[in-house]
């Protein structure tokens, strides 16, 4: 699904309903501030991208445990984010841009 550049998406929707996306990019939603926690839902969800989602604060999968065909994570430029979920031992990214990040999740 891409949902890239759209300027005035603030929060996204649920996901429950749509367990089967593989790819959601949602690249320059410059006003988006909540990703919703169902995202954890997404079993077969393998690209995420939130670059440049300069408004985005916090980031929150609900149980990244689910997410385990996350292979992508793209998060540059989102310079806002405050916190990231705790991936230790749950995903096998093949991916991972964190570019301009100010936090790490802290165990």
Do not use: W
């Amino acid at each position: 699904m891409d949902l890239s550049n759209s300027k005035n998406l603030k929060v996204t929707p649920r996901f429950e309903m749509i367990q089967n996306l593989e790819r959601l990019d949602l690249t320059g939603c410059i006003s988006l501030l909540e990703v919703h926690p169902s995202i954890g839902h997404l079993t077969e969800l393998a690209f995420l991208s939130l670059q440049n989602c300069t408004s985005l604060v916090t980031l929150d999968f609900g149980n990244a445990r689910r997410l385990r065909s996350l292979r992508v994570l793209r998060l540059a430029g989102c310079t806002k984010l405050e916190n990231t979920p705790d991936f230790s031992g749950t995903l096998i990214l093949q991916y991972l841009d964190m570019a301009m990040h100010k936090f790490i999740h802290d165990s």
